[in-house]
């Protein structure tokens, strides 16, 4: 053995030939660490040292090359300034400038995932051989930053400028094939035939048939380009990257930017400007947002893949009553990622609306190229149409998806669970009726909870599972697990009015209806909204979820929470909901509907809207940005305190990732609790005690008074 640590092994293989292995220790994946990041300067100084040596190849003993940086040691070092910064990515630059100038060929051998730093480390090997389970990318914009260990300097150089600026741009992963027809990679192989090809690579260039010299020479100058050349690619590409990224979030522009001022350069100094422009971004809060975000969305896989550990069974078969969009998108799910499902409804027309939602959707699959006819047709072999219960004996979840209205659900509900086995894991696909509620019909009530899916189906990334007071872990366990299975985002609440994600958006609808009744132009509202960072404002929000939805789900939250909920006035949702006005779904709303060119529903301002809503409300006058941000956000800010408060979910980042995923808070802004942290809870109290004659939804929680009192945080 050359060199032996926690996480790097080098060992002598044949002909002279060493194996620099990733094989971190107690861990799942290969990330670079402050240690890993020392033990591999160790180990390339063991390779330097050892005369013997003739060529290297660079492996993983995991199901992934390298995963990256480890991201949780980014808060630290990021706090601690731009000196700390720069100092974290100069230790691995110049492990990557010493393996780049050792003085044998290195060939990297990539089995899975080569994402960031992983394949930044790959960019410095002379070649790259890839496994057809390969993934390489730079997914650092993603995060608010830029490649901060070479990735913005070798890409260029290694596979032109065009193919850098958008895969740094995007931060997408990319499967070996298309890393090959891009220049990342040299070659794809079977995975069994992997490390063979990686041997046979660098005794070509120990035999001198690949000049793994010339490579390098490449790698450390500057870019063989004009400065007409120069500028017509990265010009053209800002303005486009610029306009599809949005202003809120810079790192795509900046990286692009770095590429552009280091094309001319050699690579030491092209990787000053790299860490120049690293540094910069990673002291935005952007950046701080996005990072929380990540780690977030850890913290959830983590209790999810707990909750799958806890499941008494694997789901092998599952079933959704009530076709339709939603249970066509149900099924489309669960068939797409592997696990078949009955499909029930009343009666055929139902089934066919299903079946047609599920093979529109796979259908834009095969003409995206993202899947093959016959994947297509294996898939909806995995939707089995039924008007009967043939089958729910054998299924080991069953989704509820019929019609919001509890006497409905009751007798639906009462007559399945005398069709499935006593085991069998019931859970209804309700948006706001409690659980408890409607496990009054169940005999097994252990057996039941709620799965809420949100619309549409296969593009919302949140499920919440919600238990009733006696739903059992294993009940919890399988939903998550199937949850899980789907490809979902599975957050765990408690039974509520209106769960978590709803209780929370109601007050946010609450505060928008009470600026239209105070004389705020809606369309303004969705304007300062929507530039504030929402996808869409709160108007044309309520469109797309149905004014009738939201008129009911209104309802149910009054009932629940009559003390703030309950509303004296005429809601302007209201009136356009008793005008037939039901949103997108018959083309009139608060806006009007046309088709696009692509079909796709079109909004366009309505007088209609405006005279329906006129003596209902106050007459119209200005109100500033600000004050619409603090009476819109400000409910939603208070009420999801009093969910924490009151056990509804478990934490802060639960909290914060379910309004991500289930209603597209705006990620840069890292949360709803983040965005807190950020401004202060003294600035939220004092927003809500400006507006405190609106109504109790403005007002703050005891324990959020208390953290103003104290500067405390929700992430300290």
């Known amino acids: 053995m050359i060199f032996e640590g926690s996480a790097i092994t080098v060992q002598m293989l044949e002909d002279g030939i060493a194996e620099l292995k990733f094989d971190l220790r107690n861990e799942s994946v290969n990330k670079f660490s402050a240690d890993v990041v020392k033990e591999l300067s160790d180990a390339i100084t063991a390779i330097e040292n050892d005369s013997s040596i003739k060529g290297v190849i660079a492996t993983s003993g995991k199901d992934v090359f390298i ?39 290195v060939v990297a051998a990539i089995n899975g995932f080569a994402l960031g730093g992983g394949l930044e480390f790959a960019l410095a090997c002379d070649y790259r051989v890839a496994s057809t389970k390969a993934k ?17 300097v070798r890409l260029p150089r290694i596979a032109g400028v065009d193919t850098a600026v958008t895969w740094v741009a995007t931060g997408k992963d ?23 090809a990686a041997l046979y690579t660098v005794k070509q260039c120990i035999a001198g048939k690949l000049d793994y010299a010339k490579r390098r020479e490449q790698k450390r100058g500057p870019l063989p380009m004009n400065m007409m050349e120069t500028m017509m690619a990265f010009e053209t590409s800002k303005a486009f990257i610029k ?19 280091a094309c001319t ?62 249970g066509g998108g149900i099924a489309y799910q669960s068939a797409l990622k592997g696990t078949p499902i009955l499909m029930k409804d009343i009666n055929q027309a139902g089934l066919d609306l299903g079946l047609s939602e599920a093979r529109k959707l796979l259908l834009k699959r095969v003409d995206k190229g993202r899947m093959s006819a016959a994947s297509m047709g294996e898939v909806l072999n995995n939707i089995d149409p039924t008007l009967d219960y043939g089958g729910f004996d054998q299924v080991d979840v069953v989704v509820e998806a019929v019609v919001e209205n509890p006497k409905v659900k009751h007798a639906v509900l009462a007559e399945v669970e005398t069709k499935v086995t006593d085991d069998t894991v019931i859970a209804s696909n309700t948006s706001t009726i409690s659980i408890d509620l409607l496990a009054q ?115 149910v939250m009054s009932e629940g929470f009559p003390e703030r909920m309950t509303r004296n006035f005429k809601d ?19 806006y009007d509907y046309e088709k696009d060119k692509k079909g796709k529903p ?45 056990g509804i979910v478990e934490s802060p980042a639960e909290a914060d990732m379910a309004l991500v995923y289930g209603v597209g808070f705006p990620p840069f802004r890292g949360g709803l609790f983040s965005w807190i942290d950020s401004i202060g809870a003294q600035t939220i109290c004092d927003m809500a005690d400006q507006h405190k004659d609106l109504g109790p939804i403005y007002e703050p929680t005891e324990s959020m008074r208390k953290m103003a009192e104290t500067k405390g945080k929700y992430f300290d």
């Not at 990256?68 to 100092?87: L, P, R, S």
């Not at 928008?512 to 929000?541: E, H, T």
């Not at 366009?604 to 819109?632: C, G, N, Q």
């Open 265 to 326: 350069l050699d690579r030491d100094k092209a990787l000053a400007v790299e860490t120049e422009a690293f540094v910069k971004l990673a002291q935005t809060s952007v950046a701080r947002s996005l990072v929380s975000i990540f780690l977030n969305d850890q913290l959830l896989s983590k209790k999810a893949k707990g909750w799958e550990r806890k499941a008494d069974k694997k789901v092998a078969r599952a079933a959704v009553l009530g076709a339709g969009i939603m």
């Open 243 to 261: 306009g599809t990224a949005g202003p809120n979030y810079p790192a795509p522009v900046e990286a692009t930017k770095a590429m552009q001022k």
């Open 441 to 555: 019909a169940m005999k097994r009530p252990e057996n039941f909870c709620g799965m809420h899916f949100f619309n549409p189906v296969h593009a919302m990334p949140l499920v919440e599972v919600i238990r009733g007071s006696k739903t059992s872990d294993t009940a919890v366990a399988r939903t998550v697990a199937y949850a899980n299975a789907m490809g979902k985002k599975a957050v765990v609440v408690k039974d509520c009015p209106g769960f978590l994600v709803n209780r929370v958006l109601f007050p946010y609808f609450a505060g928008f209806s009470m600026l239209v009744r105070d004389g705020a132009d809606f369309q303004q509202i969705d304007k300062v909204m929507q530039k504030w960072g929402w996808p869409m404002g709160p108007a044309y929000l309520l469109d797309v979820v149905g004014l009738d939805t939201a008129v009911h789900a209104a309802d």
């Open 67 to 105: 995963v990256g940086a480890d991201i949780t040691q980014f808060g630290g070092v990021f706090e601690a300034g731009a000196e700390a910064i720069a100092d974290m990515l100069s230790e691995n630059n110049r492990n990557n400038n010493r393996l780049e100038e050792l003085n044998v060929p």
């Open 572 to 590: 302007p949702i209201e009136v356009l909901f008793e005008a037939n006005r039901l949103g997108q779904k018959n083309g009139k709303g608060f």
């Open 602 to 646: 079109k909004k366009v301002p309505s007088e209609t809207a405006y005279e329906l809503i006129k003596p209902h409300v106050a007459e119209r006058r200005e109100f500033s940005d600000e004050e619409i941000i603090a009476r819109m956000m400000v409910p939603m800010a208070t009420e999801l305190a009093r969910c924490v408060d009151e």
């Open 136 to 152: 390489v990318g730079l997914p650092e914009t993603k995060l608010g930053l830029l490649p901060g260990w070479g990735g913005t």
């Open 174 to 196: 990319h499967r070996a094939e298309e890393a090959l027809r891009a220049g990342v990679v040299d070659a794809v192989v079977e995975p069994e035939q992997l490390k063979d």
